[in-house]
């Protein structure tokens, strides 16, 4: 399977983006995908995971700022972004939450908040 995720930008401190990633398969084999975040110099954090059921878990730095979503039948997931700040300049990937039978991690896309 082969995840790509898009969306990302730059855009000033209290703004929005949507991000999505598609997958190349179907991912109702998934119980949970999430979106993870990657800044310069630290590593790969977890800040949004979605179950199939549509249970969300979001990291506390970004509670009430991001959403995520899934639409199953378009192999996507999406992370909806608001209330930026320059804190969440990064590169967004998304993956499954759990690590075993994990996909390879796509490119990712770039997150670049202006103060």
């Known amino acids: 399977v082969q995840l790509q995720a898009s969306g990302g930008g730059l855009v000033q401190t209290g703004g929005s983006l949507r991000l999505s990633c598609t997958a190349s398969?179907?991912?109702?084999?998934?119980?949970?995908m999430g979106w993870y975040r990657q800044a310069p110099g630290k590593q790969r954090e977890l800040v949004a995971s979605?179950?199939?059921?549509?249970?969300?878990n979001y990291a506390d730095s970004v509670k009430g700022r991001l959403t995520i979503s899934r639409d199953n039948a378009k192999n996507t997931v999406y992370l909806q972004m608001n209330s930026l700040k320059p804190e969440d300049t990064a590169v967004y990937y998304c993956?499954?939450?759990?690590?075993?039978?994990?996909?390879?991690w796509g490119q990712g896309t770039q997150v670049t908040v202006s103060s």
């Open positions: 993956n499954t939450k759990t690590p075993y039978g994990r996909p390879s």
């Open positions: 398969e179907s991912i109702l084999r998934y119980n949970a």
């Open positions: 979605i179950t199939l059921g549509g249970t969300t």
